[in-house]
């Protein structure tokens, strides 16, 4: 009787153990990932974008606040927030704070369905289940989007949710294209579409999440990379296996980190943060990503 009674405590509790370490250590185990992208002309001088995304920052997330802000030493040519970045109508003074050494850089962004409506209590495991697509029922923001983009666009950065810019980055002439987000439906991309400035050093396509079919049609504007975030990396992964699920269109194999989409190249990052109703990572730190843009081989 003993020994049968110890078989599924020992399974609770390596369950337990597995959950505080998703939960306490890897939540908090921020990882910088640099990648280089062969993606200027000859003879261009190399630049650095420092992708950030999906911080789903709450207030009290001290640990994620203060590794942000380390980020600003890194003093990048460019940084791109990919949305998703508050989860609390009181988040948006802690997050400038966060932003505050970067702010000063040129910068700019698309918002994530998390930027518009609170998250709500949900079962943890539905990730894994379906996409969260359809757990945005409500119509109305109840998150405060307007202050979180006054926040960021006050420092310079430039609001890119359907819309196109020119933007120096470096010694580079950047023409830039952005969606908002496809997961609810607010991507418009017929507002960006048509061919990229081909006088432009540099064309890069961003959106929150990274779906096929808008990436398809960036590439075959000529946008030449392509930044997104969202899939969280998979969030809960299977070790030396990955993503169980990407929570969009894009496939399994290119959930995060950089490969390709048609002609463009394309970085996903899996991003900072969790629901604050999701609250754990496993085999899939949270990262920021520093992309060095180089000239072509
Ligand atoms: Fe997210």
New binding site residues.
């Given amino acids: 009787m003993r020994k049968a009674a110890a078989i599924p405590l020992s399974l609770l509790g390596l369950g337990l153990a597995g959950l505080g370490y998703a939960s306490v250590i890897e939540r908090n185990a921020f990882r910088l990932r640099r990648f280089d992208i062969p993606v200027l002309a000859r003879g261009q001088r190399p630049v650095r974008i420092l992708h950030l995304t999906?911080l789903?920052l709450t207030p009290g997330r001290k640990m994620l606040i203060n590794w942000v802000r380390s980020l600003g030493e890194l003093k990048p040519d460019l940084v791109v927030n990919t949305g998703?970045s508050i989860a609390h109508p009181d988040s948006v003074a802690p997050l400038m704070y966060a932003l505050e050494p970067l702010l000063s850089r040129p910068g700019l962004f698309v918002y994530?369905s998390?930027d518009l409506f609170a998250p709500r209590p949900k079962n943890p495991f539905n990730y894994l289940l379906r996409p969260s697509s359809g757990d945005f029922k409500q119509k109305v923001p109840n998150l405060p989007t307007r202050e979180l983009g006054e926040g960021m666009t006050a420092g310079g950065w430039l609001d890119m949710n359907n819309t196109t810019a020119r933007i120096k980055v470096g010694d580079l002439d950047v023409a830039v294209a952005g969606i908002h987000d496809s997961h609810i439906n607010r991507d418009r991309y017929d507002l960006v579409a048509g061919p990229a400035p081909a006088d432009a050093d540099l064309r890069l396509g961003v959106m929150h999440s990274p779906e096929p079919r808008n990436m398809t049609r960036f590439a075959e504007d000529g946008y030449q990379l392509l930044l997104a975030?969202?899939t969280?990396g998979g969030q809960l992964c299977v070790p030396f296996y990955g993503a169980l699920v990407t929570n969009c269109g894009i496939d399994r194999a290119r959930v995060k980190g950089l490969s390709h989409h048609d002609s463009a190249w394309l970085h996903v990052s899996a991003?900072l943060?969790t629901s604050p109703y999701s609250p754990v990572r496993f085999a899939c730190y949270p990262e920021a990503s520093l992309l060095t843009l180089m000239p072509r081989r």
Wanted: avoid cysteine; aromatic fraction near 0%.
């Fill in positions: 999906d789903h998703d994530g998390n975030g969202h969280h991003g943060g």
